[in-house]
C-alpha cells in the first residue's frame, strides 16, 4: 500500500517528495513520518508550532509554513473569535432582519451590550460598505 504527503503538490520539492513516498510501501511511510514528527517536536522555535503540527495534515501544515515562512505570528485569542461571531450574529439580526435590542437579546444566547454592540455594528457597517464600495469599482 502506498501514502501520498501531499495531495495537491504546489512546487517541485512536494511533488518529488510525494512521488517518491507513494512508491513506499505505508509501514515505510510511518516510520518515516515518525522520525519527520521526533525532528519537528526537536527543532520547532516553539511548542505551539509543535501542537500546530499535530492538529493539521502535513500537506496543510507546509501550506502554514509557506504562507509565513520563518515570521512570527501571533493568534487571535478565544475571546476574540467568540466576539466576532457574536458581533456577526447581532449585526444581522439588526441590519439585516432589522430587529431591535430586546428581540436580538432573546435570539443570542449571551449578554450583550446594545451601547457596545451598536457602536460596534456601526463600524462594522463602515467596513461593509468600504469594501463593497472597493469591490463595484474594481469590477468583480
Known sequence: MSQELFDEPTNLFEKR???LFAAKPSTEFDSIMRLVTMIIA?????????ALYHLLPMEEF???VNL???RQVRFFAR?????ALILALCFYHKEVEGL???DISQKVPFAISPISYGSKIKKLGKIIRMNMEEILRSGV
Open 62 to 64: 507546509v501550506k502554514v
Open 79 to 83: 475571546k476574540d473569535i467568540q466576539d
Open 68 to 70: 509565513f515562512d520563518g
Open 100 to 102: 431591535d435590542w430586546k
Open 42 to 50: 526537536d527543532t520547532a522555535p516553539s511548542d505551539d508550532m509543535v
Open 17 to 19: 517528495i510525494s512521488e
